[in-house]
């Protein structure tokens, strides 16, 4: 699973992400997102997603696409431990 941040996201059914390894930018479509929708994503969100390769040699292309934590975001047990 890769990291990026969301660059486009074009009034059609295909965006793009660009990497944090510095790779050029991925295109991916809104069916790859999961958990948001296209009209809840914007342009400078992070994400966390797959690269696989079009089956259709348009190079490669985003799939699992999830909004990402912040890097300092915790999750906290809201369980006590009781004896």
């Known amino acids: 699973m890769d990291i ?7 009034d059609g059914d295909c ?3 660009r990497p944090a390894h510095g790779r050029d930018d991925i ?11 296209a009209e809840h994503i914007h342009a400078g969100d992070r994400v966390t997603f797959t690269v696989v390769h079009d089956l259709r040699g348009k190079g490669p292309r985003a799939v699992d696409v999830r ?6 975001a915790t999750v906290r047990s809201s ?5």
């Open 67 to 72: 909004m990402a934590l912040p890097p300092a």
């Open 27 to 37: 295109s991916f479509l809104q069916s790859a997102l999961v958990d948001v929708t």
């Open 79 to 83: 369980k006590r431990l009781t004896r």
């Open 4 to 10: 990026g941040t969301i660059t486009l996201i074009p």
């Open 15 to 17: 965006g793009f992400i």
